[in-house]
């Protein structure tokens, strides 16, 4: 059956696949290919680690990734993750090593080879977007300033700009479609800059939302889904910006002045930031999306 239906084989049994997942696999051959050694991989990983599948979940947040809860052979809850060939999510396994539940969930078992993750289950599991935007902020903050911390050569995560010139040579490609080629361009200049400027490096979560965010035991909250990259602190406050658009867009300067205030990081930096990602972030329709609507109100608004 084809991957669009979201179902393939596993062991006799109907495997669901979400239907995000199954999409993004559509767009390149290697992801193909991981997505058809799934069911084997899954079939593999039970009897190595003694589980017991559940349904994955599938909801929008469910992208780049198969995730479903387990049960371990004492029992006890689990999550296991499969993440599809993504060059954002490559050291997820190591950032959990690194963060070693400290603020994000914990790594109970990991295949480098497979990016297979046997992760702590947050219960009850609520995300963070249950909560008023202002007390999202809160929380957030507080999460990265732990997670910020700069690891100790040698150390397999990548700059940061290595990110930002995959972001660039993708957007570069697609510049025919480009809606406003001036808002681009400056976009561009800006995620070229600001790596090579940055006062401070740490390690940073990069995609650390209120959609990555669960309410937990062992803590109140807990991180999950970090994309490690070393680089400037400013630079993880936009991710929970940009997933407030309506907020950010209709009062930028106010918006991004108390979320740097609460991280204590330069706001200049993170309006910069902020801008270049809605300015010129990969995308897939550039005619009337709601990220170039932010790039000019930013613009607008006298921060760049």
Not at 150 to 177: G, I, K
Not at 186 to 205: D, I, K, Q, S, Y
Not at 214 to 230: G, N, S, T, Y
């Amino acid at each position: 059956m084809s991957v669009f239906g979201c179902i393939r084989h596993h062991g006799g049994r109907a495997l669901k696949v979400p239907t995000q997942l199954a999409a993004n696999c559509g767009n390149t051959p290697e992801c193909m290919d991981w997505l058809n050694r799934l069911p084997a991989t899954l079939r593999e990983l039970e009897c190595r680690w003694s589980l017991s599948l559940g349904a994955p979940f599938d909801c929008d947040e469910v992208s780049c990734a198969w995730v479903a809860p387990v049960a371990r052979r004492d029992g006890t809850a689990a999550v296991l993750k499969l993440g599809m060939p993504h060059m954002e999510g490559a050291h997820e396994i190591q950032g959990l090593r690194f963060w070693n539940g400290d603020p994000t969930v914990r790594l109970l078992e990991a295949d480098d080879d497979l990016n297979a993750m046997l992760l702590e289950q947050c219960v009850p599991g609520t995300a963070l977007r249950a909560l008023p935007e202002p007390e999202q902020d809160i929380v957030i903050a507080g999460l990265l300033k732990r997670l910020w911390r700069s690891p100790s050569p040698p150390h397999p995560f990548r700059p940061l700009s290595a990110m930002t010139a995959y972001w660039r040579d993708e957007t570069l490609s697609r510049a025919e479609r480009w809606s406003d080629p001036g808002l681009v361009l400056e976009g561009l200049r800006m995620l070229e800059e600001l790596p090579r400027t940055a006062p401070t490096e740490v390690l940073l979560a990069t995609d650390l939302h209120a959609g990555n965010v669960l309410r937990a035991q062992r803590e109140p909250w807990l991180a999950i889904d970090p994309k490690p990259f070393v680089g400037d602190p400013a630079y993880d406050a936009t991710q929970h910006m940009l997933n407030c658009p309506e907020r950010l867009r209709s009062d930028p300067c106010t918006t991004i002045c108390r979320f740097a205030d609460l991280l204590g990081v330069d706001p200049e930096r993170v309006r910069l930031w902020t801008f270049a990602r809605a300015a010129a972030e990969p995308r897939d329709s550039w005619k009337g999306d709601r990220l170039t609507a932010l790039a000019r109100a930013i613009a607008h608004s006298g921060v760049v």
